[in-house]
């Protein structure tokens, strides 16, 4: 909450929106749901009242409440030990576009918006979902917006190749506890500002693809040359565009001829 205000309070135009993410649903916290026709409640705040700036107020009050609603909601319908449903990461990040892209089109003329998305993780990456994100990761790229990824528990390949793709900034935090100072070093500067800035650069960059068969990475798998669908096994029709493949013959092994014996004439 505290690096939201402090992106609100860079610049009197800037706009926030807010989705939280969860293995049940993916909803947008602020604005409302009930008020997403009005763009400008994404960030434009009221006038101080009380003495209390109203337009942190307003974002502070509709995170807490939405968050304590999903942590107070039982969310697993089968036992505790059951495994819990994958986040629904894709769905998230179709919304911020789609979010973004009408701004972009209610934007007057003459101005240009500079959007952004920040993503804050704490959940492990789920290969059933490589298709959606990259599809996301490759809309967002062609829409200019930048994604930042913020990773709190483990190392995350598509985020990885999200922030080096759409040119953002990726960071696994090495101490949780100083969360709220790597996020206003790291990612409260604009892009336009981080090429003055000593940023944390990803050293290496994981970009296996999950096949679309079992959903599972791959180092090295077949690809089909119509749709570029990748298999992590020789199959002999694609799942995808239905092409069916034909393996080379293969030569014929010929019979070796039995040498002849040289046999001395009797006299």
């Given at each position: 909450?505290?690096?939201?205000?402090?992106?609100?309070?860079?610049?009197?135009?800037?706009?926030?929106?807010?989705?939280?993410?969860?293995?049940?649903?993916?909803?947008?916290?602020?604005?409302?749901?009930?008020?997403?026709?009005?763009?400008?409640?994404?960030?434009?705040?009221?006038?101080?009242?009380?003495?209390?700036?109203?337009?942190?107020?307003n974002v502070n009050d509709a995170i807490i409440t939405e968050l304590k609603t999903?942590?107070?909601?039982?969310?697993?319908?089968?036992?505790?030990?059951?495994?819990?449903?994958?986040?629904?990461?894709?769905?998230?990040?179709?919304?911020?576009?789609?979010?973004?892209?009408?701004?972009?089109?209610?934007?007057?003329?003459?101005?240009?918006?500079?959007?952004?998305?920040?993503?804050?993780?704490?959940?492990?990456?789920?290969?059933?979902?490589?298709?959606?994100?990259?599809?996301?990761?490759?809309?967002?790229?062609?829409?200019?917006?930048?994604?930042?990824?913020?990773?709190?528990?483990?190392?995350?390949?598509?985020?990885?190749?999200?922030?080096?793709?759409?040119?953002?900034?990726?960071?696994?935090?090495?101490?949780?506890?100083?969360?709220?100072?790597?996020?206003?070093?790291?990612?409260?500067?604009?892009?336009?500002?981080?090429?003055?800035?000593?940023?944390?650069?990803?050293?290496?960059?994981?970009?296996?693809?999950?096949?679309?068969?079992?959903?599972?990475?791959?180092?090295?798998?077949?690809?089909?040359?119509?749709?570029?669908?990748?298999?992590?096994?020789?199959?002999?029709?694609?799942?995808?565009?239905?092409?069916?493949?034909?393996?080379?013959?293969?030569?014929?092994?010929?019979?070796?001829?039995?040498?002849?014996?040289?046999?001395?004439?009797?006299?």
């Amino acid at each position: 909450m505290v690096f939201c205000n402090a992106h609100l309070m860079m610049k009197h135009n800037n706009s926030l929106s807010f989705i939280l993410s969860h293995t049940s649903t993916s909803k947008f916290v602020f604005p409302r749901e009930d008020n997403l026709g009005d763009m400008t409640d994404a960030g434009q705040a009221d006038l101080p009242k009380d003495g209390k700036y109203e337009g942190f107020a307003n974002v502070n009050d509709a995170i807490i409440t939405e968050l304590k609603t999903l942590l107070s909601a039982d969310v697993l319908t089968d036992d505790h030990g059951s495994e819990v449903p994958p986040t629904l990461l894709a769905s998230a990040l179709t919304m911020a576009l789609c979010y973004i892209h009408r701004a972009e089109k209610e934007c007057p003329v003459g101005q240009k918006l500079k959007s952004r998305l920040m993503i804050l993780k704490a959940a492990p990456d789920v290969s059933a979902q490589y298709m959606p994100i990259m599809n996301c990761i490759f809309a967002a790229q062609k829409s200019n917006t930048v994604i930042d990824a913020c990773v709190l528990d483990e190392q995350s390949g598509f985020l990885q190749q999200a922030a080096d793709i759409t040119g953002g900034v990726y960071l696994k935090v090495p101490q949780p506890v100083a969360l709220l100072q790597y996020l206003l070093w790291v990612f409260l500067p604009e892009p336009t500002v981080r090429e003055q800035l000593v940023l944390p650069t990803s050293v290496h960059i994981d970009y296996r693809a999950a096949c679309f068969c079992h959903r599972r990475l791959v180092d090295i798998g077949f690809v089909c040359s119509v749709c570029l669908s990748i298999y992590c096994q020789f199959i002999p029709l694609c799942l995808t565009c239905q092409t069916r493949f034909k393996l080379p013959a293969l030569p014929m092994a010929r019979p070796k001829k039995k040498k002849k014996e040289n046999t001395a004439p009797r006299k």
